[in-house]
């Protein structure tokens, strides 16, 4: 059956933002092997172009949403799984904007997606766990992974913001440095919270249904990010003088992400082999946190003389390829059906 406008618009679901998401960390994994193997640019220009087409392409019915389906809208935000993916628009525009620092040279671009994701960054943080912690529609069936997609947008806060700051300076430096710690410390907690709940959910609850075995994936988001943003705040911050203990926090974190991704690599294949992970819109999961891995491994790599980190982040950056490919494909194949608009 032919998609129609309305169909699209009111049921297009917040998650699709985790598209722009994993193309971002694509292109900036594909920016970063660059260096290396300077054939690789184009393919990243490429890329960075490619995502800010599909923001903007994104951007029309999730605007037209609120405008024509608001019951649909307002809904998602206090759904007990699909409320937690609502905040991917603000990671969206710091993915961006990192994208437009690292890979376009145009932090005059970068500047005001950044303050727009941090805005909505913690303004989702508050309002989605606000309703969830006066709420009663939060049950153990709800809990996933999903749910460290808010800390994952304040976490993420830094690593744009962390460069912009240098290069603003003067006071604004200081209020952008003081953001970007608010965000690191609030989101890492509030990570380190809800991975007691998720593991409490895994151990002693049934396990999680095939569509949602993606999100495994998305605990190496945080452990992916965490340590980028620790690298880049020991390199923008003036009063540190000592760089070696964040780049230690980092390896912890990146330690712990080198574990989660055999784990949720091991979950999902034992998944597949049942035919229990039929594709959803899900899948893009599998890619954002991949390639945040993947990156920080690159990162440590620079920083740490420690062998093996950057074979390990090359490999995760091959899984991510792999992921993104087959997950575009299927996307614009459940777009053109329509499949990937039926009512959730």
Known sequence: MPLSAQQLVKNFAPSWFAAVMGTGVLALGTGFLSHRFPSLAAVAAGLHWFNVALFLLLLLPWTLRWFHARAQAAGALVHPVIGNFVPTVAIALLVLSVQFVQLARAPEIALPLWWTGTALAFGFSFLILFKQFLGEQVMLDHVTPGMFIPPVGLVVIPVAGAPLAIAAGGAAQGWMLLACYIGLGSGALLWLALQAITMFRFVLHKPM?????????????????????????????????????????????????????????????SYWKRKQLPFALSWWAFTFPTGAFAIASFKLSGVLPLPGVFGIGLAAFALLAMFWSVTLVRSVRGTLDGSLFQPH
């Open 209 to 269: 249904p095939g569509p949602m075995v993606p999100t495994f994936w998305i605990n190496l988001g945080p452990l992916g990010v965490m340590p980028i943003s620790l690298i880049a705040l020991a390199d923008a911050t003036p009063f540190i003088a000592d760089k070696v203990p964040f780049h230690v926090a980092a390896l912890l974190l990146w330690g712990f992400g080198a574990w989660w991704l055999c784990m949720a690599a091991l979950l999902t294949y």
